[in-house]
């Protein structure tokens, strides 16, 4: 679609989707305080964090705590993940759990 000469992309909401084994709850503790208004700064939000979890086929993998953020778009779900605020909080989070982490964008 092009208005004035300029062209608009649709952008579509994206998600982080991720699978999180924790080895240190206290230090996990903080990275899930600091984390917050970092995700809410590049606009987005919680969708679930560690919930009840009622897996229903398991073939390729065995969830273990899934946490799941929206973003308003790919771009800026990236933004977040490689940003500089967001760098030191990553590296808490890398040494005190494993996990897998996608970014999947949405309809």
Known sequence: MTVKGEKIMSEKPSYILVDVDIHN???YESYKQQVVPIV?????EYIA???TLDV???E???PTRIVMLKFP???R????????????VKKMRMENST?????????
Do not use: N
Not at 40 to 44: D, E, L, R, S
Not at 99 to 107: A, P, Q, S
């Open 25 to 27: 709850p206290e230090i």
């Open 40 to 44: 809410t700064a590049f606009g987005g």
């Open 49 to 51: 964090r560690g919930g």
């Open 56 to 58: 229903i086929q398991d």
């Open 60 to 62: 390729l993998w065995s």
């Open 73 to 75: 778009s790919m771009a």
């Open 77 to 88: 779900a990236k933004a977040f993940m490689d940003s500089p605020e967001y760098a030191p």
């Open 99 to 107: 996990g897998t982490l996608v970014i999947v964008e949405g309809c």
